[in-house]
């Protein structure tokens, strides 16, 4: 049981709980309690390694565009076979784009497969992960073929 109310004084929260309560939130509550839940899911859920890390496991070599990208080695090589250094959080994220080829991510979807946690809502994470990739991997950056966003929804890789 929970227990929702407009009180937020130390005594109310004691009492909410005393009287049975499993946890106690004061208005507003609309973005704690939507953390809240989701915490207590992430208890409940089995343990298990985060898709990228599972794609990475279990598929050696992913190819794009002419690209390979080496997830037993976390070793990108261009289309000419040079390696391309990335960091852990662009290796894990072109990881995720790879395995989800043509579907439309959300930024969300891509914090929590990537780094196991939910944005805020102004989180640039993302966004500038995918601005370094496309500097790394796109033969123009300005108008990228490989990784494209959609406007109002997320990226894709093509």
């Known amino acids: 049981m929970a227990l929702r109310t407009g009180r937020g004084d130390a005594i109310d929260k004691v009492v909410g709980l005393e ?21 207590v899911l992430r ?3 089995p343990a298990e390694p985060a898709p990228a890390r ?9 190819r794009f565009a002419q690209w390979e990208l080496d997830t037993a080695a976390r070793r990108l090589q261009d289309p000419s076979g040079q390696e391309v250094a990335l960091t ?15 579907r439309v991510l959300s930024p969300d979807f891509l914090l929590e497969h990537t780094r196991g946690r939910d944005g805020g809502p102004f989180d640039r994470t993302i966004d500038v992960q995918i601005g370094r990739l ?4 796109e033969a123009d950056p300005d108008t990228p073929q490989i990784i494209k ?3 109002g929804a997320a990226r894709a890789i093509s």
């Open 19 to 39: 009287v049975g309560a499993d946890d106690y939130v004061a208005k507003p509550f609309e973005r704690e309690l939507v953390a809240r839940i989701k915490a």
């Open 43 to 45: 208890r409940l859920a």
């Open 54 to 62: 599972a794609a990475a496991e279990s598929s050696t070599l992913l």
């Open 88 to 102: 852990t959080g662009e290796f894990d994220l072109l990881s995720t784009l790879v395995t989800h080829p043509g």
């Open 134 to 137: 496309r500097r790394k991997i």
């Open 149 to 151: 966003s959609v406007r």
